[in-house]
């Protein structure tokens, strides 16, 4: 049983879909990824960073993860798609920083406990108003 998956920096691209419905349930996502895509929906992964050289999460990258608890998102990421975090229902905390400047629609749509964290005077808190998304300020 697969709970692990040792993911080398050199990777720059995991394929959408790549690890999911498996029984993984840690990861470290590469430093060298660019782009997140799917590779990890239906997975059991708790807890998951997202480092600042991936500037696109794509859309539903991290959907249906249903053991999901808190995702870090690091300085540098530029973009969140289209229902990234949808239908998370254990997802407590996402961590949002200043450098993302667009966030697709319904983001976080159907993960209704989660709490999102993120700097004041951000295009996140901005966009967190104006979709009626509960948020705090770190």
Known sequence: VLSSAPIPDTVTG????????TSISEVTIPSGLTEL???????????ITVPG???????QAL???PEI????????VETI???????SDKLKTVYIPASVTAIG????WNSDNASIVTPAGSYAESYLKENG???KNQ
Do not use: H, N, W
């Open 14 to 21: 995991i394929g959408a879909m790549a690890f999911a419905a």
């Open 37 to 47: 895509t799917s590779a990890f929906a239906l997975t059991k992964i708790k807890q």
């Open 53 to 59: 050289t991936v500037k696109t999460i794509d859309a």
């Open 63 to 65: 959907e249906c993860m």
């Open 69 to 76: 608890e808190t995702i870090t998102i690091e300085e540098g």
């Open 81 to 87: 798609g289209e229902r990234a975090f949808d239908s």
């Open 105 to 108: 629609e319904d983001s976080f």
């Open 133 to 135: 998304v509960p948020y």
